[in-house]
């Protein structure tokens, strides 16, 4: 299987981006699917995450009420819709597919996870 991220681009401070992370080769439809993001100079870190059927949802503390995951299945795609970006949300984000399937807890460890997109760069500028 095989993730692609797009999406990426540069906004201003409260601006929006819509990431989509699409799975070739084979559906992730049984598996939940994990944003993280990574900046200069820092560990990758857990952004959103949503299970196999979409039932449950997780977030960082840091995006909760700004980002919204959400996935069709239809389409094998995962969107991450972020609203009211701000310049710490600069980073490369990167999508992954969980090696559990039919899970209902969204792990945050990026050891969770086996296969991975290559990454999509977000820049906010103040």
């Known amino acids: 299987v095989q993730l692609q991220a797009s999406g990426g681009g540069s906004v201003q401070a409260g601006g929006s981006l819509r990431l989509s992370c699409t799975a070739s080769?084979?559906?992730?439809?049984?598996?939940?699917v994990g944003w993280f993001r990574q900046g200069d100079g820092k560990e990758r870190e857990f952004v959103a995450g949503?299970?196999?059927?979409?039932?449950?949802?997780d977030y960082a503390d840091s995006v909760k009420g700004r980002f919204t995951i959400s996935r069709d299945s239809a389409k094998n795609t995962v969107y991450l819709q972020m609203n009211s970006l701000k310049p710490e949300d600069t980073a490369v984000y990167y999508c992954?597919?969980?090696?559990?399937?039919?899970?209902?807890?969204?792990?945050?460890?990026?050891?969770?996870?086996?296969?991975w997109g290559q990454g999509t760069q977000v820049t906010v500028s103040s």
């Open positions: 080769g084979r559906s992730f439809s049984n598996n939940g």
């Open positions: 949503i299970s196999w059927n979409g039932g449950v949802l």
């Open positions: 992954a597919r969980t090696k559990r399937v039919y899970n209902s807890v969204i792990p945050r460890r990026t050891d969770a996870y086996d296969y």
